[in-house]
């Protein structure tokens, strides 16, 4: 199998703002964890689609990868719970 990308799927609402009115810089809690195969004739980008097809173009790409982890599963292990199983059916197989 080609490299596989961690994709997260991030919660789209707005930055919160202080009682200011000021935008306050938060991170957008991750909702779900994707695989996505690399993009064709690439090896350093995400292909357009997840392997559950969905749209790779406004998640983000995560810096962890399996290959780095010996022994681990695909996913890192504080997002265990939040893994799409459609994607982790494919990745099984």
Same mark, same amino acid.
């Given at each position: 199998?080609?490299?596989?990308?961690?994709?997260?799927?991030?919660?789209?609402?707005?930055?919160?703002?202080?009682? !200011?009115?000021?935008?306050?810089?938060?991170?957008?809690?991750?909702?779900?964890?994707?695989? @996505? &195969?690399?993009?064709? =004739? +690439? /090896?350093?980008?995400?292909?357009?689609? !997840?392997?559950c097809g969905q749209d790779t173009f406004a998640m983000e790409t995560?810096?962890?990868? @399996? &290959?780095?982890?010996? =022994? +681990? /599963?695909?996913?890192?292990?504080?997002?265990?719970?939040?893994?799409?199983?459609?994607?982790?059916?494919?990745?099984?197989?």
């Open positions: 199998m080609s490299e596989i990308f961690l994709m997260y799927e991030l919660d789209q609402r707005p930055a919160a703002r202080s009682l !200011t009115g000021e935008s306050r810089v938060e991170e957008r809690p991750v909702l779900r964890v994707h695989a @996505a &195969s690399a993009a064709p =004739g +690439s /090896s350093s980008k995400p292909g357009p689609r !997840t392997l995560a810096s962890w990868k @399996a &290959s780095e982890h010996c =022994g +681990s /599963s695909w996913y890192p292990p504080e997002h265990a719970r939040l893994v799409c199983a459609q994607c982790d059916a494919v990745m099984e197989v």
